[in-house]
Structures are given as structure tokens and as C-alpha cells.
Nanobody, 118 residues
Framework: QGQLVESGGGLVQPGESLNLSCVAYGFSATYDAYGWFRQAPGREREGVGCIWRSNGATSYADSVKGRFTISRDASKHTIYLQMSSLKPDDTAVYYC???????????WGQGTQVTVAS
């Protein structure tokens, strides 16, 4: 059974940056894409962005476009979410997953808390 493990969350001030990592352990299958999602208290989970395995293409939610960057290191079985110019509205638990479409996700990570507050 595979497992996704996120790390890098924490408390930062508005305008600061934070980098999240998601390591994939023990997967026997490969997945077409990996996504980052987030869920804030009292709100529905939303997609943040996606990276496709075949060509490394990325896509982002409008709310984070230009501020967040997804990348990957296949040799380390890791995907990254670089977040800059963070806002209080970015406060949420961030999850990585084995697809960009939440309905097609097979595995979710356990989540890492990101809090943006002054």
C-alpha cells in the first residue's frame, strides 16, 4: 500500500513564503498526476494545483496563480508546493493526492497545517 506524507507546514506572517513537500512511499503503481488541495475550517476542500507526470505541466486555482508553484523531483518521489505572498485566506490544511480531480484520487496524504497570521 502506498502512502503520501506531507511536511513543511507552519505559522507564517502575511507576505511570507512557505514550502511544502509530499513524499510518495511504497507505491507499486504510477499515477498520471498529483494534486495539492486545501481545506480551511468551515469550508469545502478545494484544489490548489496539479502537476502531470508525463510532461510536468502544471495548473493552478485562480486564487493562488502567480503566488504558488508546484514542482517535482521524480528521483526523490516528491512533489513540492512553493507558496509565496501568503495571505490569511491561505490558512488551511494542505493535502497532496494522487490526482488533480478529487473524485479520482486513490490516495490522500495526512495533511499539513498552514497558518498565515500576523
Amino acid at each position: 500500500q502506498g502512502q503520501l506524507v506531507e511536511s513543511g507546514g507552519g505559522l507564517v506572517q502575511p507576505g511570507e513564503s512557505l514550502n511544502l513537500s509530499c513524499v510518495a512511499y511504497g507505491f507499486s503503481a504510477t499515477y498520471d498526476a498529483y494534486g495539492w488541495f486545501r481545506q480551511a475550517p468551515g469550508r469545502e476542500r478545494e484544489g490548489v494545483g496539479c502537476i502531470w507526470r508525463s510532461n510536468g505541466a502544471t495548473s493552478y486555482a485562480d486564487s493562488v496563480k502567480g503566488r504558488f508553484t508546484i514542482s517535482r523531483d521524480a528521483s526523490k518521489h516528491t512533489i513540492y508546493l512553493q507558496m509565496s505572498s501568503l495571505k490569511p485566506d491561505d490558512t488551511a490544511v494542505y493535502y497532496c493526492a494522487t490526482h488533480c480531480d478529487s473524485d479520482r484520487v486513490v490516495y490522500w496524504g495526512q495533511g499539513t497545517q498552514v497558518t498565515v497570521a500576523s
